[in-house]
């Protein structure tokens, strides 16, 4: 009988086979014309995994003109460590779980290997090689907290059954995912459904493959950028300054202006919400203050905020009026005026809760542009 056989990457070829051939045979012909090694192979026949190697295809239920859907699986050796951990555990890629039988293929596929459990005792021993691995290699943590946070953050909590039951949910989620996109591989091609789940794989390909060339071609733009800070003194206390020319206005945390000692001069009629990406309270306006950058002094007026992760943000209106240029070949930052130059921060010198930042805030409260004034409601 002749049999189509074709795997993930549309390989497609027709073998003429005997009906009473034996799966493990079979896996040694697919071998010589696939190149896949026959222990690593998963064959699926109408969304079914064939798993006993001594059983022959008739028996199976494969009939002349099937196709059968070729997988390959790579697992990790005896004595083999867990390789890097370093990736979104959402892109494992697991065998199907058949529904009449409780046996389950060994799989894995990308930088991880992991079997498919059926059991609450298999994935316990799962998550444990896991756990153990992040804490054996520490570096990986990192890793996951950017790929991972969810898992990551189960890790970090210490706690062994939250951790394992949130790595068997993905892994029970990726398991499903895969099942459904081998039933899909074996409907019918002109069902509406199947259009629909054909167009969405062809769009998660076009999404890998511009991320594989992102990080092959331009592996920084994964990394963090150092926000733009710079040494100053309000009032005498020295101040880290935030520089955004996207801000509209100058503003100043609750906690800086009372370090500065400057929160005596707010004017509480100009008090309200700042409305943008979320809401804010504006406590008030100090309307002149003077800022010290490398010994010149600059005037300026400051929007007080009650809740601002930032000490203090220089906006465009301090920016525009002392002409001021960022460089950032020179990485510094030129005040026109005075042509005073100071240098901006480096990521070392940053407090850690900003450091650890990739954007100044998580309320997008200083742009006080059109639908996004603060309302200026006076609490008279």
């Given at each position: 009988?002749?049999?189509?056989?074709?795997?993930?990457t549309d390989v497609i070829i027709t073998l003429d086979?005997?009906?009473?051939?034996?799966?493990?045979?079979?896996?040694?012909?697919?071998?010589?014309?696939?190149?896949?090694?026959?222990?690593?192979?998963?064959?699926?026949?109408?969304?079914?995994?064939l798993l006993d190697n001594k059983t022959d295809l008739?028996?199976?239920?494969?009939?002349?003109?099937?196709?059968?859907?070729?997988?390959?699986?790579?697992?990790?050796?005896?004595?083999?460590?867990?390789?890097?951990?370093?990736?979104?555990?959402?892109?494992?890629?697991?065998?199907?779980?058949?529904?009449?039988?409780?046996?389950?293929?060994?799989?894995?596929?990308?930088?991880?290997?992991?079997?498919?459990?059926?059991?609450?005792?298999?994935?316990?021993?799962?998550?444990?090689?896991?756990?153990?691995?992040?804490?054996?290699?520490?570096?990986?943590?990192?890793?996951?907290?950017?790929?991972?946070?969810?898992?990551?953050?189960?890790?970090?909590?210490?706690?062994?059954?939250?951790?394992?039951?949130?790595?068997?949910?993905?892994?029970?989620?990726?398991?499903?995912?895969?099942?459904?996109?081998?039933?899909?591989?074996?409907?019918?091609?002109?069902?509406?459904?199947?259009?629909?789940?054909?167009?969405?794989?062809?769009?998660?390909?076009?999404?890998?493959?511009?991320?594989?060339?992102?990080?092959?071609?331009h592996p920084e733009s994964f990394g963090q950028v150092?926000?733009?800070?710079?040494?100053?003194?309000?009032?005498?206390?020295?101040?880290?300054?935030?520089?955004?020319?996207?801000?509209?206005?100058?503003?100043?945390?609750?906690?800086?202006?009372?370090?500065?000692?400057?929160?005596?001069?707010?004017?509480?009629?100009?008090?309200?919400?700042?409305?943008?990406?979320?809401?804010?309270?504006?406590?008030?306006?100090?309307?002149?203050?003077?800022?010290?950058?490398?010994?010149?002094?600059?005037?300026?007026?400051?929007?007080?905020?009650?809740?601002?992760?930032?000490?203090?943000?220089?906006?465009?209106?301090?920016?525009?009026?002392?002409?001021?240029?960022?460089?950032?070949?020179?990485?510094?930052?030129?005040?026109?005026?005075?042509?005073?130059?100071?240098?901006?921060?480096?990521?070392?010198?940053?407090?850690?809760?900003?450091?650890?930042?990739?954007?100044?805030?998580?309320?997008?409260?200083?742009?006080?542009?059109?639908?996004?004034?603060?309302?200026?409601?006076?609490?008279?």
């Amino acid at each position: 009988m002749k049999l189509t056989v074709t795997t993930l990457t549309d390989v497609i070829i027709t073998l003429d086979v005997s009906p009473d051939m034996e799966l493990e045979n079979f896996k040694a012909l697919c071998e010589c014309e696939i190149g896949y090694p026959s222990q690593e192979m998963v064959i699926t026949h109408e969304g079914r995994p064939l798993l006993d190697n001594k059983t022959d295809l008739n028996t199976f239920g494969v009939k002349d003109g099937d196709v059968l859907l070729i997988q390959r699986m790579n697992l990790p050796g005896p004595g083999q460590q867990l390789p890097d951990l370093g990736i979104d555990f959402s892109a494992i890629k697991l065998p199907t779980t058949p529904a009449p039988s409780p046996v389950t293929p060994p799989g894995a596929a990308g930088n991880i290997s992991a079997s498919g459990p059926s059991t609450s005792t298999s994935h316990q021993e799962t998550a444990e090689r896991v756990r153990q691995e992040l804490i054996n290699f520490p570096d990986r943590l990192l890793q996951l907290k950017q790929n991972n946070p969810s898992l990551a953050e189960a890790f970090l909590s210490g706690n062994k059954e939250l951790f394992g039951e949130v790595l068997s949910r993905q892994l029970a989620e990726k398991s499903e995912r895969e099942l459904k996109r081998i039933q899909m591989l074996n409907a019918d091609p002109f069902d509406p459904e199947y259009q629909k789940l054909i167009a969405e794989e062809i769009r998660q390909d076009n999404v890998d493959s511009n991320m594989e060339a992102a990080i092959e071609y331009h592996p920084e733009s994964f990394g963090q950028v150092t926000m733009l800070y710079i040494n100053c003194k309000v009032n005498g206390h020295p101040v880290r300054a935030f520089i955004d020319s996207g801000a509209q206005t100058t503003i100043m945390s609750q906690a800086c202006a009372e370090r500065c000692g400057i929160m005596r001069l707010v004017d509480k009629r100009w008090s309200g919400y700042a409305k943008g990406v979320g809401v804010q309270k504006i406590l008030g306006r100090v309307h002149l203050g003077h800022i010290e950058i490398n010994n010149v002094f600059l005037q300026s007026s400051f929007s007080i905020l009650e809740d601002q992760i930032m000490d203090m943000l220089l906006g465009l209106d301090m920016l525009k009026r002392h002409q001021c240029c960022i460089d950032l070949k020179r990485n510094v930052l030129i005040i026109g005026t005075t042509e005073t130059v100071t240098p901006f921060l480096s990521e070392s010198d940053l407090p850690r809760n900003i450091a650890n930042q990739s954007e100044p805030t998580e309320m997008d409260l200083s742009r006080f542009g059109p639908g996004g004034n603060p309302d200026r409601r006076s609490k008279n």
